[in-house]
């Protein structure tokens, strides 16, 4: 604790210099009150119970101050003068600013210059900028650093935490950003602008934003001035990295390509502080007319304008700002006749909602597309299907109609197929004639596919007895099969296998009645009143 001490004698803490360096490092100058503000906005609720704002003020802002302290030791920080209220002003040194530049993860060749000597008269332009950076922030207090606070404290720091949210963190924001219109970006040339501040935060909807503050001083002409470099930097082109030629703006931040025929540039905000003696209701009328050739869009079909090349130009003032922050509708945009918030302002939501309307009206037309062309398919199925059924063949015998099997079947395939024996009855009624051809009466022959690889080759010639006129089995009809060229290996072939084994045992039995050793000759044996010799004779 003693060594942290030394080194940090005011004793503050590496979370509230991190919030110094962030908050110099995007402001450049800054009060102690707005680091804290920024950095730390839960000890704003704070110290509730001092007697007076000014001692409420040091005690809330005392960590920064002791960060502060501690970091002009270290040759981080300096002080930079004062405000015109006698608040004192610090800025970073180079030295600070590169510890800057690893705390917000920037090169430290685009953290800017260390803004010395911007407090010699005052720094009222400054401390708007800073205003209004954190009235577009919104910064929200940690209730977790409030939970052993007072409930009216609590209470207070959860109004902050429901109200609308602001745009981006401090990281979000840049100050004092050079728009060279000739030059490089390092060392840029006569004629272009510079930027209070550009703010890019694309996850709350504002990918580039410029913001152009006027602290009522300057006169419409002066402005419109301003504008015109504002255009120049933005139609200037330069190659990128890939040999393409690109906006050069394009060449250092990102942001979503536009539609063709509605490339707008990125849009300028004004924010007015009434400090001057000009007034801002009749400075912005003026200036409109002015700067008419650059906001002006061209009317479109669907009601809504296209702003092909065109800068989109905002105003409002910074007591709306703080009042209403950047979802409230107190952005006015040139050309239109109603405040806005921030994203509408600087959007385009007729054409928005134009292009919602043509997408659904798409979208209705591909759903009659598919549903007109499921119903065609329908028909044309329901068509051939009728037109198929009107051919399916039917039994010439019992009128029926064939089935897709059956149909299938009957038909002739590839050349030397055999067609079906009876291509035009039905599998019952070719069954009967087929058991009729055979002399069976209702014989349930095989028929195709029921009897092996050659059924269907043998139906047709199945043998017949010649002695009972029986049809032969499929094993007897097997054995009396010729083999190869030669006979068949049946004795007798043209008989079924009842008759054949009939035969067997009637000559067995004629041979029976000889004499034991009688010598055999050629001889028929002896006839008998049997059937076989009564037949054969």
């Known amino acids: 604790m003693a060594g942290k001490r030394k080194n940090n004698p005011a004793g503050s803490t590496n979370n509230y210099r991190g919030d110094v360096l962030r908050v110099l490092g995007a402001l450049k100058v800054a009060t102690a009150d707005q680091i804290q503000r920024i950095g730390a906005p839960h000890l704003t609720h704070r110290h509730a119970d001092k007697k007076t704002p000014s001692k409420r003020k040091q005690a809330r802002t005392a960590s920064h101050t002791g960060a502060l302290s501690d970091m002009r030791k270290h040759g981080l920080s300096e002080n930079g003068g004062s405000t015109a209220t006698g608040e004192a002003l610090r800025n970073l040194t180079l030295k600070g600013l590169e510890a800057a530049s ?19 008269s005052g720094a009222s332009h400054p401390m708007s900028v800073n205003e209004i950076v954190i009235a577009m922030l919104r910064p929200k207090p940690n209730m977790a650093r409030l939970a052993d606070d007072l409930p009216h404290v609590q209470a207070a720091a959860q109004a902050v935490v429901d109200a609308p949210a602001g745009i981006g963190t401090i990281a979000s924001y840049w100050t004092e950003v050079p728009l060279p219109a000739t030059g490089t970006w390092n060392a840029p040339g006569k004629g272009g602008a510079q930027a209070d501040v550009v703010l890019t935060a694309p996850q709350d909807g504002v990918p580039l934003l410029f913001i152009e503050v006027d602290n009522c001083h300057e006169t ?244 017949v007895c010649t002695e009972c006129g029986a049809t032969f089995t499929d094993e007897r009809w097997k054995a009396t099969e010729r083999v190869g060229w030669g006979a068949s290996p049946e004795p007798r072939p043209t008989l079924c296998g009842d008759c054949d084994r009939q035969f067997v045992t009637d000559v067995q039995d004629a041979w029976a009645d000889e004499p034991p050793h009688q010598e055999q000759e050629q001889a028929v044996p002896a006839q008998k009143t049997g059937r076989w010799f009564s037949r054969r004779t």
């Open 102 to 120: 690893y705390e917000m993860q920037r090169p430290i060749t685009e953290m800017g210059s260390t803004a010395r000597g911007a407090g010699s």
């Open 220 to 463: 419409p002409e002066e402005l419109a001035d301003k504008l015109e470099k504002y255009a120049r930097f933005l139609r200037r082109k330069m190659k990128d990295t890939d040999g393409m030629e690109r906006p050069m703006w394009r060449t250092r931040w990102r942001a979503p390509d536009s539609r063709p025929g509605d490339a707008s540039h990125p849009p300028v905000l004004l924010v007015f502080n009434r400090l001057g003696k000009r007034d801002p209701n009749r400075t912005v009328p003026r200036l409109q007319e002015l700067t008419r050739h650059l906001w002006q869009g061209q009317r479109a079909g669907g009601g809504h304008h296209l702003y092909d090349g065109k800068i989109p130009i905002v105003a409002v003032g910074l007591g709306n700002l703080r009042e209403h922050g950047p979802t409230g509708a107190v952005f006015y945009r040139f050309g239109r006749d109603h405040p806005q918030p921030l994203l509408e302002a600087i959007g385009n939501p007729r054409r928005e909602a134009a292009d919602a309307r043509e997408q659904d009206r798409a979208r209705a037309q591909q759903a009659a597309h598919k549903a007109q062309v499921q119903r065609a398919a329908q028909e044309q199925a329901a068509k051939k299907a009728a037109e198929r059924e009107a051919r399916r063949p039917v039994c010439t015998s019992c009128g029926t109609k064939f089935t897709d099997e059956r149909w299938d079947a009957a038909q002739a395939t590839d050349w030397g197929t055999p067609k079906d024996s009876h291509p035009d009855l039905c599998d019952g009624c070719k069954q009967r004639a087929v058991a009729a051809a055979a002399g069976t009466p209702e014989r349930q022959e095989p028929v195709r596919g029921e009897t092996g690889q050659h059924s269907f080759q043998r139906q047709g010639r199945r043998p």
